[in-house]
Antibody, heavy 119, light 112 residues
Framework: EVQLVESGGGLVQPGGSLRLSCAAS????????MHWVRQAPGKGLEWVSR????????DYADSVKGRFTISRDNAKNTVYLQMTALRVEDTGVYYC????????????WGQGTLVTVSS | DIVVTQSPDLVAVSLGERATINCKSS????????????LGWYQQKAGQPPKLLIY???ARESGVPDRFSGSGSGTNFTLSIGSLQAEDAATYYC?????????FGPGTKVEI
């Protein structure tokens, strides 16, 4: 069974940093693209970033480009999202999701971790 | 960036009736080289992650009831929920994965 478990969320002041982790199990992690999607409180879904299995293709939403960095450790079956220069508008639940082979829709999602940026 | 819009914002439907949600993209989501349309639909209930319902615009994800169907092509798409059940009350999002940055529609809330 595919499982994705996010961690690392919490309360941080504007301008601060946080690193989210997503531990994967139940599939061969090293062969799949991974994504991060976020959701502000009471709002819709916003795609954040994606990373291919070899870590040589990375993409970001314009809203986080230059501030967030996606990475992965295939030996640890974990994908990360390093977030710096955090803003109030970065507040929300952050989900990691696994794509399908050869496509980019997202059949598997974690339960999410809450990031709150506030002074 | 591809902009994705949805209508209506809210659908109020009685049990057993049909609900229809529309999604429009600012450019075609058809990839000519493989003839696939890069559009998906997700259902999200309060406090839960999104659940994939439809991919490639009309393919139903495994385990999704057949009352859910997706249609459309190019830039105009529809999610239909036939014979609405109580458990279908949720917010529905369309999602383009044709090009990055991937984008989601703003969501349509279905109330029973």
């Amino acid at each position: 069974e595919v499982q994705l478990v996010e961690s690392g969320g919490g309360l941080v002041q504007p301008g601060g940093s946080l690193r989210l982790s997503c531990a994967a199990s139940g599939f061969t992690f090293s062969t799949y693209w991974m994504h991060w999607v976020r959701q502000a409180p009471g709002k819709g879904l916003e795609w954040v970033s994606r990373l291919n299995n070899d870590s040589d293709i990375l993409d970001y939403a314009d809203s986080v480009k230059g501030r967030f960095t996606i990475s992965r450790d295939n030996a640890k079956n974990t994908v990360y999202l390093q977030m710096t220069a955090l803003r109030v508008e970065d507040t929300g639940v952050y989900y990691c999701a696994r794509a399908v082979p050869g496509g980019s829709f997202l059949p598997y999602w974690g339960q999410g971790t809450l990031v709150t940026v506030s002074s | 960036d591809i902009v994705v819009t949805q209508s209506p914002d809210l659908v109020a439907v009685s049990l057993g009736e049909r609900a229809t949600i529309n999604c429009k993209s600012s450019q075609s989501l058809l990839y000519n080289s493989n003839n696939k349309t890069y559009l998906g639909w997700y259902q999200q209930k309060a406090g839960q992650p999104p659940k994939l319902l439809i991919y490639w615009a009309s393919a139903r994800e495994s385990g999704v009831p057949d009352r859910f169907s997706g249609s459309g092509s190019g830039t105009n798409f529809t999610l239909s929920i036939g014979s609405l059940q109580a458990e279908d009350a949720a917010t529905y999002y369309c999602h383009q994965y044709f090009s990055t940055p991937y984008t989601f529609g703003p969501g349509t809330k279905v109330e029973i």
